[in-house]
């Protein structure tokens, strides 16, 4: 093929200041190599003058305070024995007197950390529970434990799983920075932080509260796998994967470590973070371009430069010739908010190639190609055909039906198979809300606010704030902050607008989900987008009935629809631990819920999308009893929030619970508990 790419042109403007490259007269051309087995044709490179170029010619510069004082053994980095990637012709291999220097630099994370607090886990047995009564005298003792005046019920990081964690550490981690998190934005946005505290970025400081206590896991730094991260994991803040040893760097793009090869030192990348605005994407979802770090002009003279051959470039270009794995996350801006961007783990990759190309600027760039392994589970490019679904660009295999709310719902709910030739659930009236709802004799004295506008967060004029004990209880992106024993809210004959940041679960949906067939379950429900943990999904709608119904067929058909709020529920710590904001006033509340009297609610002929929701003992949903008044009267809804940060196409679940032996039918109801398919380590065995 013809190269009318005279690529020496580029590497020859000016070369890399402060290095003393070993250059050939003329650059082999990248675009003459064969692919090797295993790797689609990228057909991208195929003429080099189509290549976008990136809209910004700047890279965003790693930190130079932070040096990585601890390296890794040879052992956790060795080259494998068979590569995978084609052998790869580096921009340059050089001997350089910044070869020691840019050797001993690294952007990681001091590994020195304080015990803090720590505690063993806390195991939960599966297999002796013989009835309600073990189920109950367990949720009893947790509950104890983490009332409020009692025994705090903050358990830190296990010693054992700080250096190597697994999936429990990683979730326990993430939940207790977001919980930080949602707290400091409570107080910041009601103005209760004091001036000499306040910070704009509350991600920072909760970062920096569990980093002061040695809260984090996989602190070891590696190449590769990191234990208890999934491909597919989705983070909303940069600094969620610095607490679980995903990417060390709060800002930079590239992740590296210095390692002992030898008798030398080497420098050697680990992950890479796609910000999605330099031309990194492809049309192949398995190929990413990446480009280098550094700026492509001189700060103080506005002189055109080019990107230097060191830190995070030369790692890549290290790793590139030893055939290393690199872990990349891929960045998209949030679609619930613009100036923001979600991360997604999409696995592990291999550099194929590398190259200079000129950018906007005129200055040269360091270009590498990314490869995704084969035989990953896919992460990336669901997500991608998801938003291809969304939009309705893309046929996709057993679609059924594109709304199965028929209008009801502002955003629609489609329903697909591809397992088998059900056509669709047995027939049913959609519908948003409670029917029948049964008032609850609730003495409040006032049922509505008097807020002219909308409710403002610190407000304590405000009477639906003053029933929130003095606090708003979401956030202004409508997240919701603790779980309460009773989450009030503006209603109805309320004076605020309708689009008052206290009607959460009043304003429908706000995501993408699908009803799907899962393997062996029933329908499901799944989402099309990234849910952050604390979102609001949807009410549990459907007819209020009395429990005499729910049974009154004891050997006939079971409702497989009702939601039941007097079922044993394994309990669960949500809300954020007061002894790790020592300088903030917290408002400890209880997380056990207090309904004044049990609510049965039946989708079985009436009802939404919940109905759709299967049962998991480890679920990504829970449920939260909400109150707001209607023609002067009070009624409880079932709201449902995300329990953590669910990734796009993932399956919602919560947990059924298990019927009380001492209610009305419990007897029959312990004859038919149905088993648990759940497939969670904590799996139970049974449900209902």
Same mark, same amino acid.
């Given at each position: ?100 220097? !840019? ?12 015990? +803090? ?13 013989? $009835? ?20 705090? *019920? ?6 054992? @799983?700080?250096?190597?964690? &697994? ?17 400091? %934005?409570? /107080? ?39 234990? +208890? ?21 709060? !800002? ?19 992950? #890479? ?58 960045? #998209?801006?949030?679609? !619930? $908010?613009? *100036?923001?961007?979600?991360?997604? =783990?999409?696995? /592990? ?18 270009? =590498? ?45 489609? @329903?697909? $198979? ?55 209880? =979401? ?17 109805? !004959? ?33 989402? @099309? ?14 007819? #209020? ?11 006939? &058909?079971?409702?497989? =629809? ?26 400890? %509340? ?25 049962? *998991? ?52 109801? /312990? ?7 759940? +497939? *969670? ?8």
């Amino acid at each position: 093929m013809e190269d009318s790419f005279d690529k020496s042109k580029i590497v020859e403007v000016k070369p890399l200041r402060s290095l003393a490259p070993v250059l050939p007269k003329h650059v082999q051309s990248v675009f003459s190599r064969e692919y090797p087995s295993g790797f689609p044709p990228f057909y991208s490179f195929v003429k080099p003058h189509q290549i976008p170029l990136p809209k910004e010619a700047e890279e965003i510069p790693l930190d130079d305070k932070v040096a990585e004082k601890t390296p890794v053994k040879a052992a956790a980095a060795a080259a494998h024995d068979t590569p995978v990637a084609a052998k790869v012709t580096p921009i340059r291999a050089y001997k350089s007197s910044h070869d020691e220097e !840019m050797n001993q630099q690294g952007d990681g994370d001091n590994n020195d950390y304080s015990e +803090g607090f720590i505690g063993d886990k806390q195991k939960r047995s599966t297999d002796n529970i013989e $009835n309600c009564k073990e189920f109950l005298r367990r949720k009893k003792n947790k509950t104890r434990e983490a009332s409020v005046g009692g025994t705090s *019920s903050y358990v830190g990081v296990n010693p054992t @799983l700080k250096d190597d964690g &697994d999936r429990e550490s990683v979730n326990h981690v993430l939940m207790t920075f977001d919980s930080i998190r949602r707290r400091l %934005c409570q /107080l910041e946005e009601s103005k209760e932080l004091n001036n000499a505290l306040a910070i704009k970025r509350a991600d920072l400081r909760a970062s920096n509260a569990l980093t002061c206590k040695g809260f984090k896991t996989n602190t070891r730094r590696r190449a590769g796998v990191v234990p +208890g991260i999934e491909i597919g994991d989705v983070f909303f803040f940069r600094m969620e994967m610095c607490l679980v040893g995903l990417h060390a760097q709060s !800002m930079g793009g590239i992740d590296y470590m210095s390692i002992k090869d030898g008798s030398k030192e080497d420098t050697v990348a680990l992950s #890479v973070v796609s910000s999605g605005v330099y031309g990194d994407d492809t049309e192949d979802n398995n190929v990413l371009i990446y480009s280098g770090q550094g700026e492509n002009f001189n700060k103080k003279d506005k002189h055109v430069t080019d990107q230097k051959l060191q830190r995070g470039n030369l790692a890549l270009d290290r790793s590139a010739q030893r055939h290393d794995e690199v872990r990349v996350i891929r960045g #998209v801006r949030d679609p !619930m $908010n613009r *100036s923001a961007k979600i991360y997604m =783990y999409d696995g /592990l990759y291999k550099i194929q190639d590398s190259w200079i190309e000129r950018g906007k600027s005129g200055g040269g760039i360091f270009k =590498y190609k990314l490869v995704r392994l084969p035989g990953q589970k896919i992460a990336y490019a669901a997500w991608k055909l998801a938003q291809k679904w969304k939009a309705g660009s893309c046929a996709r295999n057993g679609f059924i039906l594109a709304d199965l709310s028929n209008g009801v719902e502002s955003i629609p709910v489609s @329903l697909v $198979n591809d397992v088998d030739d059900e056509k669709g659930p047995a027939f049913f009236t959609y519908f948003t809300s409670l029917k029948n709802p049964k008032p609850f004799g609730l003495v409040q004295p006032s049922l509505s606010c008097n807020c002219n506008t909308a409710c403002v967060p610190g407000d304590l004029n405000c009477s639906c704030i003053q029933r929130n004990e003095g606090d708003f209880p =979401y956030t202004a992106n409508s997240v919701l902050v603790s779980r309460k024993p009773l989450i009030h809210e503006c209603g109805p !004959m309320c004076r605020c607008f309708p689009t008052c940041k206290n009607r959460v679960s009043q304003t429908g949906l706000k995501q993408h989900m699908e009803v799907f067939r899962t393997k062996g379950r029933g329908w499901g429900l799944r989402t @099309l987008d990234p849910i952050r943990a604390g979102t609001f999904i949807c009410e549990y709608a459907g007819e #209020v009935i009395n429990r005499a119904k729910v049974y009154q067929n004891v050997e006939g &058909d079971n409702d497989e =629809y009702v939601f039941d709020t007097s079922r044993i529920y394994e309990p669960f710590k949500w809300n954020y631990e007061p002894s790790l904001l020592e300088d903030v006033s917290s408002n400890v %509340c209880s997380e056990d819920y207090t309904i004044p009297s049990p609510l049965i609610i039946s989708a079985r002929n009436v009802g939404n999308i919940a109905r759709f929701m299967n049962h *998991s003992c480890s679920p990504n949903v829970f449920w939260q009893p909400v109150l707001y008044a209607e023609n002067n009267q009070s009624f409880i809804h079932i709201a449902f929030f995300a329990l953590r940060h669910i990734p796009p196409m993932a399956e919602l679940t919560y947990d059924y619970g298990i019927t009380h032996a001492g209610h009305a039918g419990g007897s029959s109801a /312990l004859r038919r508990r149905k088993k648990c398919l759940c +497939g *969670s380590a904590r799996c139970r065995g049974f449900f209902g």
